[in-house]
Nanobody, 120 residues
Framework: QVQLVESGGGLVQAGGSLRLSCAAS????????MGWHRQAPGKQRELVADITSDGTTNYADSVKGRFIISRDNAKKMVYLQLNSLEPEDTAVYYC??????????????WGQGTQVTVSS
């Protein structure tokens, strides 16, 4: 069983920071990419940031310059540093992974989510 477990969410005041962590475990052959999505109440899930195996990063325009994604391949973990948080960042943040279970086939996995709440 492949699992993604997030941690680090919580309540923070506007302008503050949080650091989210996601640990992958199970039968993982190669991780192609890991990242974070979020979903606010009444809104669609959106990509926040992701990072590929070669270190290439991608950010949503709304978080660019404020959030930093990083990855530890040896530990099979991905992190999201959230700086200068705004109330609009309030959402459930989901860890996401694209991984190979062999040399050919790629599968997608999701964590259960961690709540980030930013107060005014």
């Amino acid at each position: 069983q492949v699992q993604l477990v997030e941690s680090g969410g919580g309540l923070v005041q506007a302008g503050g920071s949080l650091r989210l962590s996601c640990a992958a475990s199970g039968s993982i052959f190669v991780i192609n990419a890991m990242g974070w999505h979020r979903q606010a109440p009444g809104k669609q899930r959106e990509l926040v940031a992701d990072i590929t195996s070669d270190g290439t990063t991608n950010y949503a325009d709304s978080v660019k310059g404020r959030f930093i994604i990083s990855r530890d391949n040896a530990k099979k973990m991905v992190y999201l540093q959230l700086n200068s948080l705004e109330p609009e960042d309030t959402a459930v943040y989901y860890c996401h992974m694209k991984a190979l279970n062999g040399p050919t086939y790629e599968y997608e996995y999701w964590g259960q989510g961690t709540q980030v709440t930013v107060s005014s």
